[in-house]
């Protein structure tokens, strides 16, 4: 597959891409390191950032004044992957430096929900209350190396929670109160925390969710528990007395004097641990640590994403998601984050998020192609509200459709960057996107981010360009996995990374890199479509289908047969008022034949109620194709990592449906 090479949709404008953080890093970069490049052309300065990684990783820890308690004695000391060895040597804390770039009376954090009530918290404030918290947990028995779990929802609490645990070197893990306790006991079980920190409840939909209970079953299946501090986050009356393990107030761990003193740990010290899906088996603990963290995100925000003091970010996602890790590193570089609590398009007032940034002059704002696409198949118009200043929306989760490109540039503002972004928990991070010195082209993200050395391998493992090929790396980043929890040998660590391309990262996308330097993401690559042998994107198919005005939302298969067949169903979710007949289905043919490829028009074409996700909103492909196999439920997909568990049933049943009609 190559490239239609489309002329930019956006283009940086020079003045300001001139004053950008990433130009005057590459300005600096090239006077005190000596490159004779012009590092303020990005294609030079990713050259630079992959071929000489102790230099650039070096020059981001001097550019960003990194505060070590000791100095490191080398950037990269064994360059191995799995393994590498970053900045030996070197002791910091990452909550250090969360706080030390915000000013008294700045806002450091916007707190917002979808009632459109909302309250600030300065530097001087959030100081205060992650010094208290952090007393409070030291009190509670809370040590370095100790767990700290968060039972919550996108609010200020979990923020400071968190600061206060890395402050002490303890590891943090969160998790949203939409999960089942049982689906949360999954995870933090394998920790064996010291303290949990819940909420009485959130909001959604217009609906406030009591949690109180599932607080108290989720303790009761934490026996490492010494206590548990309870936010009062919607107003509810405290919990039950038969509560498992002491319960300490919020308001009482928040409001003490203190002095905040944040603990130097090593370089790779555990911060914190966030989980996989779990979709087919027991969520995979992925540990990154202080050091790695701290500097690829101050890469991907301040340079990446142009951010610093006077912007700030509102970017929609929950605390299970790594975007949630990633927002919050939003206060390394000054600038402001808004938290959000509640649904991101209310049945009352969809456009709910735009209003919010709006009002508050957000500068980048974040979100999910599948947002963007409904904002623009139910013709919600975001340009209603004062959005001038916002100069960038950041996209991510899956690929992003080219059709939806146009529609930011009309309804959102015709000078707005629109940044996709493709990364993952894995890296805590992202390999390739945006950046205020590149161009925009439809369909396509920008370029791999600094630092990474991304290619795509064909089948015999040769790197290839304008050619689909498998997301690899080739070369180790500061934030890739110290470890996965549980996993004393590396065995998980490295079949799930390394067993493909030894001491390469492959990550289990498919990808083109563009002669110009873009990259396209197709999707999954165990989720590849491979009609006679001619391999196709599941995302491609799924672009031109959700297109069409009668098509909520669409999902293509590839099956493997045993008999030696290969069956590729596209089921459909219909938008209201639309009917699955023979002239939407022959719609829906033309639009794959012209829009994708006439190789893989599907083989039938049937409604379903709904498409089921991951948890963070991603397509579950690879189960629902194991499904329509006959794989058992059990071995296929944990119903609690599902956004709607009822559907694996539905599904099973078409797969079972379809092989009887085989064998009749």
């Avoid at 005190?32 to 230099?55: C, K, N, P």
């Avoid at 004695?73 to 915000?102: K, Q």
Wanted: contains cysteine; charged residues 20%.
């Amino acid at each position: 597959m190559t490239t239609p090479y489309a002329n930019p949709c956006w283009s940086p404008d020079p003045e300001s891409a001139a004053r950008s953080r990433i130009a005057d890093f590459g300005r600096w970069a090239a006077r005190h390191r000596g490159v004779e490049a012009d590092l303020t052309d990005y294609a030079a300065l990713h050259r630079w950032s992959v071929t000489d990684l102790e230099g650039f990783w070096g020059a981001v820890w001097e550019y960003f004044d990194i505060d070590a308690d000791t100095p490191y004695e080398r950037v990269l000391a064994e360059e191995t992957m799995p393994g590498a060895r970053w900045f030996t040597g070197a002791t910091l804390n990452y909550a250090h430096h969360a706080l030390r770039n915000l000013a008294d009376d700045d806002v450091a954090i916007v707190a917002l929900d979808e009632t459109g009530s909302g309250y600030e918290v300065t530097g001087k404030r959030l100081r205060a209350q992650v010094a208290s918290v952090a007393a409070a947990l030291r009190d509670l028995g809370v040590g370095q190396g100790d767990r700290v779990v968060g039972y919550l929802p996108n609010t200020p609490h979990t923020i400071t929670a968190f600061l206060a645990a890395a402050s002490l070197g303890a590891v943090w893990s969160v998790c949203g109160q939409d999960y089942a306790p049982k689906a949360a006991a999954d995870r933090f079980a394998q920790l064996e925390p010291t303290v949990l920190i819940g909420a009485d409840g959130y909001l959604f939909n217009g609906t406030t969710h009591d949690r109180r209970e599932a607080v108290l079953e989720l303790a009761r299946a934490l026996p490492t528990l010494k206590a548990t501090v309870l936010v009062d986050h919607v107003g509810l009356p405290g919990l039950s007395s038969n509560y498992p393990s002491l319960v300490l107030p919020w308001e009482e761990a928040a409001t003490r004097t203190e002095q905040l003193t944040c603990l130097p740990v090593p370089f790779d010290h555990p911060l914190w641990v966030v989980f996989s899906s779990g979709t087919t088996g027991l969520p995979k603990g992925i540990v990154h640590g202080h050091g790695g963290v701290l500097l690829e995100h101050l890469k991907t925000l301040a340079l990446q994403s142009d951010l610093g003091p006077g912007d700030r970010l509102l970017w929609y996602t929950t605390t299970h998601w790594m975007m949630w890790n990633l927002v919050v590193s939003t206060l390394l570089t000054g600038a402001t984050t808004c938290t959000y609590d509640g649904s991101p398009a209310l049945l009352a007032k969809p456009d709910i998020l735009w209003e919010l940034a709006a009002r508050h002059r957000v500068t980048l704002f974040g979100t999910s192609p599948q947002y963007l696409l409904g904002m623009e198949k139910f013709g919600i118009d975001p340009s209603v509200h004062d959005l001038s200043a916002i100069r960038a929306v950041g996209c991510t989760g899956s690929a992003l459709p080219a059709s939806v490109y146009p529609w930011v540039r009309e309804h959102v503002g015709d000078g707005v960057q629109l940044a996709s972004i493709s990364g993952g928990t894995d890296v805590v991070s992202g390999f390739a996107g945006g950046a205020p010195t590149v161009p925009v082209r439809a369909g396509e993200l920008s370029a791999p981010y600094l630092g990474v050395a991304l290619a795509a391998y064909d089948e015999e493992g040769h790197p290839v360009v304008d050619e689909v090929g498998e997301l690899v790396v080739t070369r180790p980043m500061p934030s890739m996995p110290l470890y996965f929890w549980n996993d004393p040998d590396g065995r998980r660590y490295r079949d799930a990374y390394f067993s493909t391309y030894d001491g390469v990262w492959r990550h289990g996308d498919w990808i083109t890199l563009t002669r110009h330097g873009s990259v396209i993401v197709h999707g999954r690559s165990d989720s590849t479509l491979n009609r006679n042998g001619v391999r196709l994107g599941s995302a491609d198919i799924h672009d031109v289908v959700e297109r069409l005005p009668e098509i909520a939302e669409a999902l293509v298969i590839g099956a493997e047969e045993p008999d030696g067949g290969y069956w590729m169903p596209l089921f459909v979710v219909l938008a209201p008022g639309a009917e699955l007949d023979d002239a939407l289905r022959g719609r829906i043919r033309e639009a794959i034949r012209t829009g994708a490829s006439p190789r893989h028009v599907p083989d039938e074409i049937i409604e379903v109620p709904a498409v089921p996700h991951t948890r963070t909103g991603k397509k579950l492909e690879v189960p629902v194709k194991r499904l329509l196999q006959g794989a058992p439920v059990e071995q296929v997909v944990n119903p609690a990592a599902v956004d709607n568990p009822d559907l694996i049933e539905h599904y099973a049943r078409l797969g079972a449906e379809r092989r009887a009609q085989r064998l009749g």
